[in-house]
């Protein structure tokens, strides 16, 4: 299974771009790249994800290198309530069953500041 | 559409009693999981239901058991609370295994 790695913290100035980057060399050719973050105190939110293609929702842009081994998330302009712990995870075959797994890691802790 | 829930919000044990958390989704979704969340640390998989009647060990079962009796309804038991338990949960689901999950807002336990 892919590991990931990513930066344990980060700061961005509010109005700014957040670029967060993600590590996954041993990413093979089926897995996808899910961005998840969690705010404080809350669960888990999904944020975007893609296989190798650029991705852009309302909330974010998710670029993959063409090698498929690192990706950045972006979020255009990030606001005080961007502040959260970002998640990037490579999605997991739980090999018993076919149901599927999410690897959080420690994610990246995003500050945003005024 | 409440999405997913989670019932009780914050519950205090002491050690050796039992209790079962809920889980609920109205998303009509087939797969739902129970994650444990411990401080400085990722979410780790306990138990997850392919479909209602089914059920599956993830990374951290033990001492705990899980029943999906309704679609809608995962249930997360704890038959003897230990402090080891001490623990932020929280439910998701998703429609099939490879879908998106979706979080509740968490269950707080702590055991003493």
């Known amino acids: 299974d892919a590991k990931t790695t990513q930066p344990t913290s980060m700061d961005c100035a509010e109005g700014r771009a957040a670029n967060l980057p993600c590590n996954h060399s041993t990413i093979s050719g089926n897995e996808y790249v899910y961005w998840y973050r969690q705010i404080h105190s809350q669960g888990p939110q999904y944020i975007i994800h893609?296989?190798?293609n650029n991705e852009t929702n309302e909330m974010a842009s998710l670029i993959i290198t063409e090698d498929r081994k690192s990706s950045t998330l972006i979020l255009p302009h990030a606001t005080l309530r961007d502040t959260a712990v970002y998640y990037c995870?490579?999605?997991?075959?739980?090999?018993?069953?076919?149901?599927?797994?999410?690897?959080f890691g420690k994610g990246t802790s995003l500050l945003v500041t005024p | 559409n409440a999405g997913v829930t989670q019932t009780p919000k914050f519950r205090v044990l002491k050690t050796g009693q039992s209790m079962t958390l809920l889980c609920a989704q109205d998303m009509n979704h087939e797969y739902m999981y129970w994650y444990r969340q411990d401080p400085g640390m990722g979410l780790r998989l306990i138990h997850y239901s392919v479909g209602e009647g089914t059920t599956a060990k993830g990374e951290v079962p033990d001492g705990y058991n899980v029943s999906r009796l309704k679609k809608q309804n995962f249930l997360l038991g704890l038959e003897s609370a230990a402090p080891s338990q001490t623990s932020v949960y929280f439910c998701?689901?998703?429609?099939?295994?490879?879908?998106?999950?979706?979080f509740g807002p968490g269950t707080r336990l702590l055991v003493l």
């Open positions: 893609g296989l190798k």
């Open positions: 998701a689901s998703s429609y099939w295994g490879e879908e998106t999950q979706y």
């Open positions: 995870i490579v999605r997991l075959l739980i090999p018993s069953n076919s149901g599927y797994a999410l690897n």
